[in-house]
């Protein structure tokens, strides 16, 4: 799951998944790129309640970014560093856009992930969960 | 309508047609019926979003 997080549809491949892992990692990668062109980037929000630039929102937003794993975590450090290539030039008039995109590419990893973990480890991969109640 | 709109109007085709693609690509194995779901979720959020968007319009 950890591998599948840090860089999209591995966890699927490493297990034999291929195809699965490959959409996975396309969908991820795709959307992930666009919004990175619409001048996007994963900021990193104001924590502390006190603080003036403090909005929920923008916490939560960080963490589904997060999602999307390894590629997030280089446009976080990119925007920390000042690199609008990959951190995102909020100053942009597209830059809300493609903050969204990286949310949808964010939010796609997750679910992943979580198939992975219902398909390979709980769920639907112990005995007894297969839908198939009289066997 | 300005290049603003439009690029706000592809993204939402897109990121929706993403979405679909991703739900039903976890739930399903065969590749027809992903196929097939992905297109029924698609056609769904697209009925509702022009929907919401012909209501938006007339209150306007």
């Known amino acids: 799951m950890l591998a599948n997080w840090l860089v999209p549809g591995l966890g699927f491949l490493l297990l034999g998944k291929r195809t699965r892992g490959l959409i996975q990692l396309g969908l991820v990668g795709v959307t992930f790129a666009l919004g990175l062109l ?19 929102i923008n916490n939560f937003t960080f963490l589904i970014q997060l999602g999307a794993g390894l590629p997030a975590l280089v446009s976080l450090v990119a925007g920390l560093k000042g690199w609008t290539l990959l951190g995102g030039a909020p100053w942009a008039s597209y830059f809300e856009l493609g903050a969204y995109y990286l949310v949808v ?29 009289s066997a | 309508m300005t ?47 022009a929907a919401i968007g012909v209501v938006v319009f007339l209150i306007g």
């Open chain 1, 38 to 56: 619409l001048d996007g980037g994963v900021a990193w929000p104001a924590w502390s309640i006190r603080q003036p630039d403090f909005n929920l």
């Open chain 1, 105 to 133: 590419a964010g939010a796609i990893n997750y679910f992943a992930a979580c198939n992975l973990y219902d398909r390979h480890v709980g769920g639907a991969a112990r005995p007894g969960r297969s839908g198939d109640e």
């Open chain 2, 3 to 49: 290049e603003l709109g439009l690029i706000h109007l592809a993204s939402a085709i897109y990121l929706s047609a993403v979405i679909c693609l991703a739900v039903s690509v976890n739930e399903n194995d065969e590749p027809m019926r992903i196929v097939r779901e992905t297109l029924r979720r698609w056609a769904k959020f697209m009925g509702i979003a």
